[in-house]
């Protein structure tokens, strides 16, 4: 058993996130039951850390082998951020022999719900050796003015 993970406050946690929009699969943990084979089936979903610094939120995807004109970054209107693309699947020759097909290819979509203190109409993309990052400034949190009140009597 590793303390690490506890220890580093396990960033990586599979726990329910009310942000996120990922398709929860219930029969996925059932043993002998037919599923569709997520090895070959697109990028089915693209790795995406997601942290918040006093700035911004900061989205980064592992996109490898993507341009970025295969990639589309979008906001929707109830604070949706979604980025999706496609990977083409290569040609196939006739005289060619596969020994082993690994590499996924087709369409990917990954959806975030973005908190209330998004900035949505500042949000940044780049990409840069097949990593998407994806900036959304955050609103500053007005400070309440306390004012003092003389107590007489």
Same mark, same amino acid.
């Given at each position: 058993m590793? /303390?690490?993970? %506890?220890?580093?406050g396990n960033r990586r946690s599979? !726990?329910?996130?009310?942000?996120? /929009?990922? #398709? @929860?699969?219930? /029969?996925?943990?059932?043993?002998?039951?037919?599923?569709? %084979?997520l090895e070959n089936s697109a990028i089915v979903s693209a790795r995406?850390? @997601?942290?918040? +610094?006093? &700035? !911004?939120? $900061?989205? *980064?995807a592992d996109l490898p082998g993507l341009r *970025? &004109? &295969? $990639?589309?970054?979008?906001?929707e209107d109830d604070r949706v951020l979604q980025i999706s693309g496609e990977r083409n699947a290569e040609k196939e020759e006739k005289n060619d022999t596969w020994?082993? #097909? &690994?590499? %996924?290819?087709? *369409?990917f979509v990954r959806r975030f719900r973005l908190p209330e203190n998004a900035k949505m109409d500042q949000v940044k993309a780049s990409m840069e050796n097949g990593v998407l990052t994806v900036t959304v400034p955050k609103e500053e #949190? *007005?400070? +309440?003015?306390v004012k003092s009140i003389?107590?007489?009597g």
């Open positions: 590793s /303390l690490i993970p %506890s220890f580093f599979r !726990a329910f996130d009310p942000f996120s /929009l990922d #398709v @929860w699969d219930p /029969l996925r943990d059932f043993p002998n039951f037919p599923q569709f %084979s995406v850390d @997601w942290k918040e +610094t006093p &700035e !911004a939120h $900061v989205f *980064k *970025k &004109e &295969e $990639v589309k970054v979008e906001i020994h082993r #097909v &690994e590499r %996924s290819s087709g *369409k #949190v *007005k400070k +309440t003015d003389e107590i007489s």
